[in-house]
């Protein structure tokens, strides 16, 4: 079977990783080429926090480095990209490659501006290349479940959602500096919301078209442009309603919840705190058996894993086999000659756009703007 020549721009911790992750437990792709312009993340030993791991050089004895991203679409000959660069600059990376014809797998969020996706959006229309959405928390088992109760009907039409994504992320600052709040970039962490918007929205037919949004302000910390916890209310034409809450400076426990009340049941993950497991339920006014909240034994672990020809140890390292998930939907994609991937520019752009428009009305003290996307008639580059 072919072999796919893999490269990846942003050697930080998740390019590691993924690097690791994806060379060992998906067949037929090898690793060649890694680039980031710092050149020490390539040649020295690596910092995780509580101990120093081997370089990048070490760890991928036969792959080249670049210092130069351009210069490593032109020598590496490869099929496929992975950007792994901090979350406020994968569209320039994303954009080049694709100019290429090179295949490309983009970490979150897609785009970090209105600009940024239309780039992106035109760069995707004249392409014969495919790009994948790296949407992580879309390879959960309980989201496969919850797109499974939808599918059969058992919740009917989704009415209204919730998400939230609890992180306190203050101990990677100074490891990952894009992740520390700065008045350059005010909307974070509203803008960090596909791991949240992406489950809801695979099972929403129609697009978020308004959205209100505030933030408690720097609160805990006082850093300039910190926002301790932002919460915005988006709606759909038919008036369907997501609640989404991130929160990126806080002393609560870390994970992602979701609800989905539908006309005919509802569904809910919620997250495990303390001694408390993580629950996944279900209620369904279709089904005899389910009409009170039913307990499912579904986690982390993606549906189907056990049967996939794949190392399975690796697959499971990434956030409980998710990011294995996507990279396994990618490549059979890809090995099929398909001309789209399963969560492609228009997904990613879906569950992107929202959190900057929402980033824009919390500028304004929670104000209701209109959402736009490239696909609209009335698309513009401008709120
Ligand atoms: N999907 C998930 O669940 C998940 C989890 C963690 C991180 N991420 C994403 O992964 C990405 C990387 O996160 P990280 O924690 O590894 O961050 P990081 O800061 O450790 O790594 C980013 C790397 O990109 C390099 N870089 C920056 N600009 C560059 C340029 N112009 N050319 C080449 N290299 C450049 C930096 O030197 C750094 O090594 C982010 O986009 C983040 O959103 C996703």
Redesign the pocket.
């Known amino acids: 079977m072919r072999e796919f020549r893999l490269g990846c ?10 690097m690791e992750w994806v060379s060992n437990g998906i067949d037929n792709i090898k690793a060649v080429a890694a ?4 050149p020490d ?1 390539f040649y020295k030993p690596f910092d995780e926090g509580n101990r120093l791991a081997p370089s990048f050089q070490e760890l991928f004895p036969g792959v080249q480095y670049f ?3 351009d210069e490593m679409l032109e020598k590496a000959d490869l099929d496929i990209v992975m ?8 569209t ?2 994303c954009v080049k490659a694709l100019a290429r014809n090179i295949h490309v797998y983009s ?3 897609s785009v970090a501006s209105l600009p940024e996706a239309e780039a992106l959006w035109k760069a995707g229309q004249s392409s014969e290349a495919m790009l994948m959405t ?4 879309c390879g959960w088992g309980f989201v496969h479940a919850m797109q499974d109760l939808y599918k059969q009907g058992l919740l009917g039409k989704a009415v209204y959602m919730e998400a939230e994504y609890i992180h306190d992320c203050r101990c ?1 600052w100074e ?5 520390k709040p700065s008045a350059e970039k005010p909307g974070y962490p509203i803008t ?1 919301c ?2 949240s918007l992406g489950p809801l929205l695979s099972i929403l037919e129609e697009d978020l078209k308004t959205v209100c949004c505030v933030s408690t302000g720097s609160l805990t910390t006082g850093v300039p442009g910190g926002n301790d916890v932002m919460c915005a209310l988006y709606q759909t034409q038919s008036g369907v309603t997501i609640r989404h809450t991130n929160s990126f400076i806080n002393c609560a426990p870390a994970g992602h919840s979701y609800r989905v009340f539908g006309t005919e049941g509802c569904f809910e993950r919620l997250y495990a705190r303390g001694q408390d497991k993580g629950h996944t339920r279900f209620r369904s006014e279709k089904l005899y058996a389910a009409t009170n909240m039913t307990e499912l034994d579904v986690d982390e672990k993606p549906l189907n894993v056990d049967k996939w020809t794949c190392d399975q140890q690796a697959i499971n390292a ?2 409980g086999g ?2 294995g998930y996507l990279w396994h939907i990618f490549m059979e994609a890809l090995r099929k000659g398909e001309k789209t991937a399963p969560i492609g520019i228009r997904e990613g752009l879906r569950m992107t756009l929202p959190g900057l428009y929402a980033a824009e009305s919390a500028k304004q003290n929670g104000k209701v703007i209109p959402i736009r996307y490239p696909w609209d008639e009335d698309w513009t580059t401008s709120f």
């Open positions: 721009v942003g050697l930080g911790g998740r390019g590691r990783g993924m680039c980031d312009n710092d993340k210092r130069d991203y950007v792994e660069t901090p979350a406020n600059c994968h320039e990376f970490d979150i969020p790296g949407a992580t928390t990677l490891r990952t500096p894009w992740r960090y596909t791991h990434g956030h998710a990011d």
